[in-house]
């Protein structure tokens, strides 16, 4: 654990927003170099709260005190200016410089002050040492675009370091991770908390905070409910003060009839990416894809819908062939992709609820070329009602939603389009425990009603909770098929890493 003294105070923080009370009377505490996790549902006030300690949002009411100081009228230069560094999820570097260019973006040593005549000997001198330091082995001159997710946070990171940040906040930073650049990412973190820097970690992944962090401030609705030492303190524990009751169930599986088979892939290929990928998806029926990053996952489902091309295979819908060339094609097919990243590929996060859930087949909802607005609205409510979507009203807009809402929303713009075939890419990710549960709870609805469901997951214990059957991929190729009760996470990853267990 980091020292005794005393680096924030954050006391009686309330912040509210048009029908929304995004914090009340909030307090939190972290000392010099330790590592403070922040958790709880989406839509308990974490983001906000961020936004007001990096000066981006004003408090309503309340005290911050930083290194002995209580600040006023704080602004995100302010905050920077003072040692507030903050690693948002959305990285924050300029793809087209290098990578020390990035480290020293605002902060440029100069060789001649009053002309701006940059040092670049010294800076590339300094990046290297500090790079090297950090163990971290990038090379500075590199492109920032040239590098991966897991590289540029390392950037991002050395970068709050050279500022002299005394607080680094981390917000979800291993959602884009694979476990090799997670483990990379801990042990950095480690090593900034060792200079004496404190670190606010804000993630859903409970297992990385009992890992990592020493004392955990856990939000529930606006509201801080609890603050304690990690080591104390279970999973479950964690997840009762987060959602306000016990979840007995995280995976809350149903088991549906299973009819005919709603879809079939049979030999597709697409050179370097996909081999000879056949499946089948009965009706109520949840079909599992699980592998390690970059196993052909996601390039199947984007295959199977017309996002990218294929060389060959048949894709029949209901035992029929159908060609999918386009996402047009497959939606008119019904099938329904829910994609990874719903920010940027599943919503328009400046339009309303109503739009976005109409969206895919706004033409039900037009006559001669006119929009029945009317009709729009009757069903975005009647959906909102039986997805449980918290909301000031259907004509906000999506982007000010939390993360679970979000989701929800997606789906009801595919239940929306009649799609019979669902494919879910990590349909929890970002989104916190309770509103998991959430989701799970409507891929039952779905298939209960006859749906065919494919669930493509990182977390292992998540394909095995909710998938009827589970295949398993490597380098673009199925190496395993089992049924849920003869699945085990050993079994997975032997199969996972096509390596053939010893008998």
């Not at 500090?130 to 590199?142: H, T």
């Not at 920010?343 to 309303?352: A, N």
């Not at 979507?389 to 982007?399: F, T």
């Not at 394909?463 to 673009?476: N, P, T, Y």
Request: charged fraction near 25%.
């Amino acid at each position: 654990m980091g020292t005794n003294q005393l680096l924030l105070k954050v006391e009686g923080i309330s912040k509210k927003f048009p029908g929304v009370q995004a914090l009340s009377m909030v307090s939190l505490e972290a000392n010099v170099g330790e590592v403070h996790a922040i958790a709880g549902e989406n839509g308990a006030g974490k983001s906000t709260l961020i936004k007001i300690l990096t000066g981006a949002h004003q408090p309503d009411s309340g005290t911050i005190f930083f290194d002995g100081h209580m600040l006023k009228d704080l602004t995100p230069r302010k905050a920077m200016q003072i040692g507030i560094a903050c690693i948002y999820q959305e990285l924050n570097l300029i793809p087209h410089l290098n990578v020390m260019e990035n480290i020293f973006l605002g902060r440029e040593i100069r060789r001649v002050e009053s002309l701006g005549i940059l040092n670049r000997a010294e800076m590339r001198t300094k990046a290297t040492a500090l790079l090297a330091e950090l163990g971290l082995s990038i090379d500075p001159a590199a492109r920032i675009g040239s590098l991966g997710v897991g590289q540029q946070q390392m950037v991002e990171i050395c970068r709050a370091v050279w500022s002299n940040a005394k607080l680094i906040i981390m917000d979800e930073p291993t959602s884009s991770l694979s476990e090799k650049e997670a483990e990379d990412l801990f042990r950095i973190v480690a090593q900034v908390k060792a200079r004496g820097v404190t670190v606010l970690f804000i993630s859903h992944r409970l297992d990385e905070i009992k890992n990592n962090c020493d004392r955990i401030t856990i939000l529930r609705d606006g509201h801080s409910v609890a603050m304690v030492d990690v080591v104390d303190t279970s999973v479950d524990d964690i997840i009762k003060l987060m959602v306000g009751r016990d979840i007995k169930n995280k995976y809350p599986k149903i088991r549906a009839r299973h009819q005919d088979v709603v879809l079939s892939v049979e030999g597709l290929n697409r050179k370097g990416i996909l081999h000879d990928i056949s499946f089948s998806l009965r009706a109520g029926e949840v079909l599992g894809f699980a592998g390690l990053v970059g196993s052909g996952r996601t390039e199947t489902a984007r295959a199977v819908t017309g996002a990218d091309p294929i060389d060959s295979g048949r894709i029949m819908v209901f035992g029929k062939e159908v060609k999918i060339r386009s996402p047009k094609d497959s939606i008119d097919a019904g099938i329904a992709f829910l994609t990874e990243d719903r920010k940027e590929q599943g919503l328009i996060l400046i339009q309303s609820v109503a739009f976005n859930s109409t969206m895919v087949k706004m033409e039900q909802y037009a006559k001669y070329g006119v929009l029945n607005l009317g009709a729009v609205r009757t069903a975005t409510r009647k959906l909102a009602r039986e997805l449980q979507l918290k909301m000031a009203g259907i004509d906000m807009p999506v982007g000010k939603l939390s993360g679970g809402n979000q989701q929800k929303v997606v789906i009801a713009k595919w239940l929306l389009s009649k799609a019979r075939i669902f494919i879910f890419d990590e349909p929890t990710r970002g989104i916190d425990v309770g509103a998991k549960v959430e989701v799970y709870k409507l891929i039952n609805d779905l298939v209960e009603d006859g749906a065919g469901v494919i669930i493509i997951c990182s977390e292992m214990d998540e394909v095995m909770g909710m998938a009827d059957r589970i295949l398993v991929m490597h380098e673009g190729r199925i190496t395993a098929e089992f049924d849920q009760n003869e699945a085990t996470q050993e079994k997975i990853m032997y199969a996972a890493s096509d390596i053939q267990k010893a008998s």
